[in-house]
């Protein structure tokens, strides 16, 4: 099963400074990266497509599990993915 999950980010606003001290409004992109994590509970990979902060923030916490079951300022689609997760992991634990 391909689990792939996508984050939205606002832009950064600020102003464009010319020598001559004129100022023009700008926007500053969000540093988009895809990666490809791979899930211990669920033995599949994840696909996110995220900001580069989000990604140092799973880094963070250990992995991308980790991030998810502890983390609760999480997206919604995430949220459906740790019910998932703990699903699975209930279902290991009740086979073995």
């Known amino acids: 099963m391909k689990y792939m999950l996508k984050m939205k980010h606002k832009p950064g606003f600020g102003n464009k400074k010319s ?16 990666l490809k994590l791979w ?6 990979f994840i696909y996110i497509k995220s900001s580069m902060k989000l990604i140092k923030f799973i880094r963070h916490y250990g992995g991308i599990d980790f991030y998810i079951i502890n983390n609760d300022n999480i997206h919604e689609h995430v949220k459906s993915l740790r019910g998932h997760m ?11």
């Open 19 to 34: 020598y001559s001290d004129n100022k023009t409004k700008r926007k500053f992109a969000v540093n988009y990266k895809q």
């Open 86 to 96: 703990v699903k699975n992991c209930f279902n290991e634990l009740l086979t073995k």
């Open 39 to 44: 899930s211990f509970i669920l033995n599949d």
